[in-house]
């Protein structure tokens, strides 16, 4: 089980939202680059980065930052990175900047067309992430319901060639309530390509019952607030999921 520590960008601060709400943010450093670091020293393979100002605008804001945390933390740890990825341009652009995965939400519900061509554009690159909401995707930065079913969009899109699904239950990120495992657990049986576990992940009984399921095919949880208020040990919990591996 890989865990990856978020990072989420609003006007060049870490912040953490409740349930995507961008009026609730909580300052946790005014320093993301730091805080890349700090990941990385805790041992973390893998970053989440999200440009929460882009999410909104659709375009990038926070480019400038997310540059430099790439430079600061080297090629050896990818980050996944989402929010204002729009278009091809702009992919491009981060990707030959370093980036290792860019993560489609908006765009991909509302124009698959381009998802399609992002995925033949660059293959290995591209995970889709599906916000939901009781089973319903959510798209511009959370803000607006639609009425796409996940597992549904989630095997369309297996099909255009994406890496993988990331997914998130909007009423339990950043709330600490602990991860919806029943539809992470649906959403994975019904693709075969990795399914990347978020929101609500609060401690290491999270962290176990995600290892106990691994075999249907989550692969990977984003872990968030939970690090930042320090209700989970991240050094912990990574020990705890490389057991799990071992075994």
């Known amino acids: 089980?890989?865990?990856?520590?978020?990072?989420?960008?609003?006007?060049?601060?870490?912040?953490?939202?409740?349930?995507?709400?961008?009026?609730?943010?909580?300052?946790?450093?005014?320093?993301?680059?730091?805080?890349?670091?700090?990941?990385?020293?805790?041992?973390?393979?893998?970053?989440?980065?999200?440009?929460?100002?882009?999410?909104?605008?659709?375009?990038?804001?926070?480019?400038?930052?997310?540059?430099?945390?790439?430079?600061?933390?080297?090629?050896?740890?990818?980050?996944?990175?989402?929010g204002g990825l729009r278009d091809l341009d702009t992919i491009e652009r981060y990707i030959d900047g370093g980036i290792g995965f860019v993560v489609i939400g908006t765009a991909a519900v509302k124009s698959p067309g381009f998802l399609h061509d992002a995925c033949s554009a660059f293959g290995g690159h591209v995970i889709v992430a599906l916000d939901a909401r009781e089973g319903k995707v959510a798209t511009d930065g959370w803000s607006k319901l639609t009425g796409h079913d996940v597992v549904d969009l989630a095997v369309k899109f297996e099909d255009y060639g994406v890496e993988a699904i990331l997914y998130t239950d909007i009423g339990r990120d950043g709330m600490l309530t602990g991860v919806n495992l029943d539809a992470t657990?649906?959403?994975?049986?019904?693709?075969?390509?990795?399914?990347?576990a978020s929101g609500g992940v609060a401690t290491m009984e999270d962290i176990e019952r995600l290892c106990s399921v691994q075999s249907e095919g989550i692969e990977a949880a984003v872990l968030g607030?939970?690090?930042?208020?320090?209700?989970?040990?991240?050094?912990?919990?990574?020990?705890?999921?490389?057991?799990?591996?071992?075994?």
């Not at 657990?185 to 990347?196: F, Y």
């Not at 939970?226 to 071992?246: C, I, K, Q």
Request: aromatic letters at 4%; one cysteine or more.
């Open 1 to 82: 089980m890989l865990l990856i520590p978020a990072i989420d960008i609003k006007d060049g601060r870490c912040v953490r939202l409740r349930q995507g709400d961008m009026n609730s943010a909580t300052v946790f450093s005014e320093d993301p680059v730091a805080m890349a670091r700090h990941w990385v020293g805790q041992g973390a393979r893998r970053l989440h980065v999200v440009d929460l100002n882009g999410a909104r605008s659709g375009r990038p804001v926070n480019e400038a930052v997310i540059r430099r945390i790439v430079e600061a933390i080297g090629a050896e740890v990818p980050v996944q990175l989402g």
């Open 185 to 196: 657990v649906a959403l994975a049986r019904a693709v075969k390509i990795p399914v990347i």
């Open 225 to 247: 607030r939970s690090l930042y208020e320090g209700t989970l040990d991240f050094r912990a919990a990574l020990e705890r999921a490389d057991r799990e591996d071992a075994q």
